[in-house]
């Protein structure tokens, strides 16, 4: 069974760091683009970073220069490392992955594998 699985939201104050882990099984990562997203109650959800199979990564502005996407193919497993977290950037995040295609998908809908997701709360 395909699936993904995040790890290491949590509650902190603002200005600290998080590292978010999303954890792929029955398929493997290298072979998938892989996007991180985040979704308020009656929000729609939002792309925020991405990253190919060939390591070429997208911010969004909100995020660039606080948090880093990386990927370590030998552990299946796609990281989200958030620093200088603010109480906006409080959120459900999910992991998603589909398989590499020519160019680096930004929807949800480009989307075919998607994690559960994981809080992320920044208190002020």
């Known amino acids: 069974q395909d699936q993904l699985t995040e790890s290491g939201g949590d509650s902190v104050q603002s200005g600290g760091s998080l590292r978010l882990s999303c954890v792929a099984s029955?398929?493997?990562?290298?072979?998938?683009?892989v996007g991180w997203f985040r979704q308020l109650p009656g929000k729609e959800r939002e792309g925020i970073s991405y990253?190919?199979?060939?390591?070429?990564?997208i911010y969004v502005d909100s995020v660039k220069g606080r948090f880093t996407i990386s990927r370590d193919n030998a552990a299946n497993t796609v990281y989200l490392q958030m620093n200088n977290l603010k109480p906006e950037d409080s959120a459900v995040y999910y992991c998603?992955?589909?398989?590499?295609?020519?160019?680096?998908?930004?929807?949800?809908?480009?989307?075919?594998?998607w994690g559960q997701g994981t809080q992320v709360t920044v208190s002020s």
């Open positions: 998603a992955a589909r398989m590499t295609i020519s160019h680096l998908p930004t929807l949800p809908e480009e989307y075919d594998y």
């Open positions: 990253i190919r199979d060939n390591g070429y990564t």
């Open positions: 029955g398929l493997t990562l290298a072979y998938h683009a």
